[in-house]
């Protein structure tokens, strides 16, 4: 299936900056979600976003859900160390009735923090 | 705490050998999914199950199979295994309809085929 363009791949950046990643996608979500993955480790949800123009926020992390549906951002602010790893957006279709409603990932952006 | 849990965190398989990858999950989910990642790539989704006994091919199927027996259960078959199959293996688990949360993943095996 189709993934959804994220950016940046990523990121290298100091302890203290504040972070920012976007995925785009040419087709309507009805659901935006954002994963952490640690290394070694499987992804974890972060925020999830049900309606268009939707602000969230959980600790230092906030998440947008676009206005056209068809994005998402995501903001870390004052980094530490423990968030290095893997970010993933996630986009949920509408269910069209029967069978998973699947998930299409980004290909996630790799924050590496430095000292 | 719900949970998906994968048998394995690492395995090291010789080449040709039948290799079976399991996941259980513990929250009466209705879906189950098998994802690859390897560097550069994301996630690729290899194979889902929707419902026991019933499986449906994902973006890159070829060279495993599986199987659902119990609706806790979904297991990844490499039928033959290959150098070009190494790489972190991801299994996830939903369920369907209002207040759906997404996905929860297991901690993942990396499998190296030698």
Known sequence: GQQLNQSPQSMFIQEGEDVSMNCTSSSIFNTWLWYKQDPGEGPVLLIALYKAGELTSNGRLTAQFGITRKDSFLNISASIPSDVGIYFCAGQHPPSGGGADGLTFGKGTHLIIQP | ?114
């Open chain 2, 1 to 114: 705490d719900v949970k998906v849990t994968q048998s394995s965190r690492y395995l090291v398989k010789r080449t040709g050998e039948k290799v079976f990858l399991e996941c259980v999950q513990d929250m009466d989910h209705e879906n189950m999914f098998w994802y690859r990642q390897d560097p550069g790539l994301g996630l690729r989704l290899i194979y889902f199950s929707y419902d026991v006994k019933m499986k449906e091919k994902g973006d890159i199927p070829e060279g495993y199979s599986v199987s659902r027996e119990k609706k806790e259960r979904f297991s990844l078959i490499l039928e033959s295994a290959s150098t070009n199959q190494t790489s972190m293996y991801l299994c996830a688990s939903s369920f369907t309809g209002k207040g759906s949360y997404g996905y929860t993943f297991g901690s993942g095996t990396r499998l190296t085929v030698v």
